[in-house]
Structure formats: C-alpha cells, structure tokens
C-alpha cells in the first residue's frame, strides 16, 4: 500500500484530447466545478506545493494537464464546469472535448468529480453525476472543503447529496471527505488508486496474448 507519492513530472498541456500520447499505465482524471478546490487537491496528494497551479480566477485550467507519478499511473486534471464568464463556444467546444477524452481515453480507470460540501448540493453537480452514471464511468465523488464548514452543517450537505442521488443510483458511488490544507482524505484516496491499479494490472496480463499459443 503506498503512503505517498514518491515523484510525479508534469508530462504537458494539451488543447484536444486527440493530441494526447496514448499510455498503457492507469489514468485517473480529476474534474469538477470551476474553483471548487482540483489544483489544490493535486498538491495535497502528491505532497507538491507547485504540481498544479492554483488560482483565485475560476475558470483558467483550459487544457488538458497531465502528470505521470513513479508508481505506474497518470493523473489527469481536467477543465473546470459551470464558470459563467467563459464564452459559450468555448463551453461547448470544451464540453465536447471532455466527453470525448472519458468516452475513448482507453486507459482512463476512474473520475474523482470534485464536489465542494462547504456548501449545498448544486445542480450542475448533480446534473454531471447523473451523467457519468448513466454513461457507465467509474466514478468517486471527493468532498472538497470539508475543513471550510461546521461539522453540523457539512453532516447536513452529505445527508442532502446522498438523497438526491438516491433518486437515481441503487448504490451510491464512493464517497471521501477531504482538506488540502490538513491532508484530510490523502490516504483513503492514495488507497483507492492503489487498489484501482492492481485491478488494472491484473486486467492488463489476463489480456495480454500467451506467447506459447501464438508459436
């Protein structure tokens, strides 16, 4: 089991999916609402304070960022959702860029969809989690900014989340509380990836063609 993240290199930025190199190493995307905390979430769990970029402007990840850990897997962080001031093309080009990244990236084994607990449930999340689950993508909601908010009210915004997707899931998807500042959730997640990994791996050899039966 790993307890961190020994080395990991910003690989590049890409504007398409299609300009991206394919891998055969496990891919995590990390996704979710403009401002709601992915930068920081990446440095957290990757003990970086400089890994990603961090901005008080929503909206500026317009690309696609990826980074390749020692440990044998890639971490995608994704454009952000839901910022108004970004022009509606732009929107819908990335919109388009994004589904077609999550529909075709073979190699892509699970979204972590960042929700911000510290406030209620937003429609746009609930509206993009219900897409994921329709569409059959592994998914873990990761509860960002659970150190903003008092435990009473941030209990009430999990009970409320949970109820919304109860109307449509049967079993309701991994859910982690985290903090970037504390390091809350860093091991649980870094437990998820692992555990992802060796299922991926194993996936990987069960596929590969035996040697003996081609000769």
Known sequence: MWSNIHHIEFEGSYGK???????QVPEFCFWGRSNVGKSSLLNMLCHRKDLARTSA???????FN???SNLGFNFMDLPGYGFAQVSRNLREQWQHEIQAYLSKRENLCCIFLLIDISIPPQKIDLETISKIGHSGWPLILTLTKA???KPMKKSAHILALKDELKKEWEKLPVMIETSSESGLGKAE???QIYFICQEYNRSQMKSAPDDHQLK
Do not use: F, I
């Open 57 to 63: 402007t929503p909206g500026k990840t317009q690309t």
């Open 189 to 191: 997640l870094l437990e």
């Open 66 to 68: 990826l980074y390749k």
């Open 17 to 23: 999916w299609s300009s991206l190199k394919p891998h």
């Open 147 to 149: 150190d903003k908010v």
